[in-house]
């Protein structure tokens, strides 16, 4: 993995890594269901204020969420930059004008132009940018929300294929990363730098690309 942090290129160097594992292995739903597994325990680390924790859960469900969506063929920044071109997609506002009752100590700018962020930093930045006022307990309980509603997708998609639920779909995927990104920005740390450590030499835990782990069954914390 090169260090330029590209989230496309990051996407890809996943997909060597686990790819032919998780479609040989694993359903979407069993992939969902790691992803929660990992969110839920970001969620408990943060309850108990254990920093370390947080980050290494965070990190590990973000390659999950990535698997995700590698399984529907989903282009991870081209589906964030669609709904969230530097903006609020409520409001068209950064940062977020929705629900406010009193002058922001910003400038608000309204505009839906297109954001050519390509980083995994550069992403982090611009939904602190969009979302400043964000704190880490209500983003880690916002984002355990949207696993609700991402898991709900993937069941109605699958049992009904139909263009919308897809669409439906695509747009809670995208909302999980969002909130990944706040929890990691609250939790004060760099998702790109953390990233590339613990994935730039292929999988962490047995040091090969693509991964050669004895799978059985159980997914390795």
Known sequence: MTHNGGLRKFQQHLDRIYGKNNSRLFTK?????????????TLKTVRKNDAKKTKENLVTGFAWAIALANSYHLDVRLEIQKRFPGVCPYCSCAPC?????????????????????????????????????????????????????????????????TRDGFGELRLELVDVFANMFAVATCAGFDLQEALILKFRHGCPWCNKLPCD?????????
């Open 213 to 221: 782990c004895s799978f059985n069954g159980i997914v390795k914390a």
């Open 97 to 161: 004008a929705c629900g406010i009752r009193r002058p922001l100590k910003r400038k608000i700018i309204c505009s839906r132009k297109f954001h050519p962020w390509t980083s995994i930093a550069s992403a982090q930045k611009m939904f602190s940018d969009i979302y400043p006022a964000n704190v880490l307990k209500d983003s880690t309980i916002h984002l355990a929300e949207e696993m609700g509603e991402i898991i709900f997708a993937i069941l109605m998609h699958s049992g009904r294929h």
């Open 29 to 41: 739903q069993d992939i969902a269901a790691n992803l929660l597994r990992y969110v839920t325990r």
